[in-house]
């Protein structure tokens, strides 16, 4: 009898209890919290985030207050013009982010659906594909599908052999980028001047401008806000990725097309990725050259983070990486900083931001 009872014993010893004058640290789920406390987690984050960029930009050689000064100075009337032009390319890649993580979709190949966006657009260009009077437009939606496609295939890879969409996607980047190089040093190769680039677009496949010397890129973004903003917050599709996102076997089991909605969730996303390559290639480079895409993928993820996936607040948010970008191009120029250090201050706000998600969904404690 004594034999069996000792079988009979719990696996799992009883935890012991803290030492007299210690305690110990506990994490609970958050259940519910005001949107107010979420703002201040995420604005501490940011702050936090800003501080460590300003230190090390401190170390580099470049004191606070010259660091001030130089984004006041881009945020002048003279300035503000390439602020609007970078912030147009930014919108779309932070709406193409934002739109995928609403539905747990980490959609990490923004580079790649930009250069096929590119690639599509100039391909009209190229080819010479319609009459002149809809040439940018033919342009525009051939970059959206160029996009859409490329996201598509990791869809297919997802739900055809499981493969992971992280993987994918940066994977993918790759891809895209050895496929521009092949149609830059062949067959896309501009004759005339020999360099890794195609022939310069005609002036009626140029995004044109629209008074202040602001192009008409900005106005595809501000379109795609508004749209994306219908999408999430007025649509029956909008209306199932809240229940994809909370739990995507119980949207299934009420009725929801899960499959479906996700799919056009996805190329949704993709398409805007694809349009901020045609914005990139008709309007700032005026061709198809290999560098147009390169960094988008980080400043989209950020926008995604800070504008917590809402299409409305995603310009805004663009705009003030903009604004980043713009400061970084100035402190290379003058103060010889690298872009990779401009990349690696997006990458502490981004890991600064995602933490304060860690802490909005969870409370530590302290129990003695």
């Known amino acids: 009898m004594h034999d069996i009872l000792r079988r009979a ?16 640290l506990t994490l609970d789920v958050r259940q519910n919290l005001p949107p107010w406390k979420q703002a201040v987690f995420v604005g501490s984050s940011l702050i936090l985030g800003l501080a460590i960029s300003v230190a090390i930009l401190a170390l580099a050689g470049i004191p606070p207050l010259t660091l001030a000064s130089e984004l006041a100075g881009v945020l002048t009337a003279e300035n503000l013009r390439g602020v609007l032009i970078q912030a147009a390319p930014l919108i779309l890649v932070g709406l193409g982010a934002s739109v995928a993580f609403r539905i747990g979709f980490w959609n990490l190949g923004i580079e790649g659906q930009m250069i096929f966006g590119g690639i599509f657009a100039a391909a009209i260009s190229i080819y010479d594909i319609g009459p002149p009077a809809t040439r940018l437009i033919l342009m525009g939606m051939a970059a959206a599908l160029g996009g859409a496609l490329w996201v598509l295939l990791v869809v297919f890879l997802k739900l055809r052999f499981r493969v992971n969409e992280i993987i994918a996607t940066l994977l993918l980047n790759y891809v895209a980028m050895y496929f521009l190089f092949h149609l830059l040093y062949g067959a896309w190769q501009d004759a005339k001047t020999a360099f890794p680039q195609s022939t310069p677009f005609r002036p009626f496949e140029r995004l044109t401008d629209i008074g202040y010397g602001v192009n008409s890129g900005l106005l595809i973004a501000i379109a795609g806000v508004l749209a994306a903003g219908w999408l999430i917050h007025l649509s029956r599709i909008g209306f199932y990725t809240r229940f994809i996102s909370a739990n995507p076997r119980m949207a299934k089991v009420v009725g929801v097309p899960v499959q479906t909605a996700t799919i056009w969730i996805i190329a949704i996303s993709g398409a805007c990725s694809g349009l901020a390559g045609f914005v990139n290639v008709a309007s700032q480079e005026g ?7 390169n960094g988008y993928v980080f400043s989209g993820v950020l926008i995604a983070f800070l504008s917590r996936n809402d299409p409305i607040v995603v310009a805004i948010v663009a705009f003030l990486i903009a604004v980043l970008f713009i400061t970084g191009q100035t402190l290379q120029v003058f103060y010889q900083i690298p872009f990779t250090m401009v990349q690696m201050i997006e990458a502490i706000i981004v890991m600064a931001v995602a933490s304060s998600e860690f802490l909005i ?5 302290w129990i003695r």
């Open 361 to 365: 969904r969870h409370r530590i404690r």
């Open 9 to 24: 014993e719990p696996l799992t010893s009883p935890v012991p209890a803290s030492p007299r004058g210690f305690g110990r």
């Open 287 to 293: 061709r198809l050259t290999q560098s147009y895409a």
